[in-house]
């Protein structure tokens, strides 16, 4: 059974509420085939404040132990750097509870033992009352 660690950019850990670059927090969980689990909040100065093109290391270094990266907004530079450094990275809006589950439908772990594949799908997935993810949105 595959286990992914995640993190979500979330002031409140409840609703992904910030973007990659101004998040001053992220809920981590372990996802798995069947279940989540909250781990932690991990805490962090904001890398911008608004636009930015650099200085994604600790960012990385804070999310080293993860697999995927839910975040509102993120740019493209900050997409590529995490992207290149082996994370996953979603847009997403909605509460992480609702999310979650919806990782879990859609078998989001289950093949977390091997190579995790971009299929460069585009297309926002409705999870019911407004909440949506991206299967890879960047």
């Known amino acids: 059974m595959g286990k992914l660690r995640v993190a979500f950019a979330s002031s409140n ?79 997403a809006h909605g509460f992480i509870e609702n999310i979650v589950k919806e990782l879990i439908a859609d078998g989001f772990a289950k093949d977390s033992d091997k190579t995790l594949v971009n299929d460069d799908s585009q297309d926002p997935v409705n999870t019911g009352e407004g909440q949506v993810y991206r299967k890879e949105a960047v």
Do not use: W
């Open 13 to 91: 850990n409840a609703y992904i509420d910030e973007h990659f670059g101004s998040a001053q927090y992220f809920q981590i969980y372990d996802i798995d085939e069947e279940e989540a689990t909250y781990v932690e909040e991990r805490r962090i100065n904001p890398l911008c404040k608004g636009h930015c093109e650099g200085g994604f290391d600790a960012a990385y270094e804070l999310l080293i132990d993860t697999d995927a990266i839910f975040v509102l907004r993120i740019g493209e530079s900050a997409a590529g750097y995490m992207i290149q450094h082996g994370k996953r990275v979603f847009e």
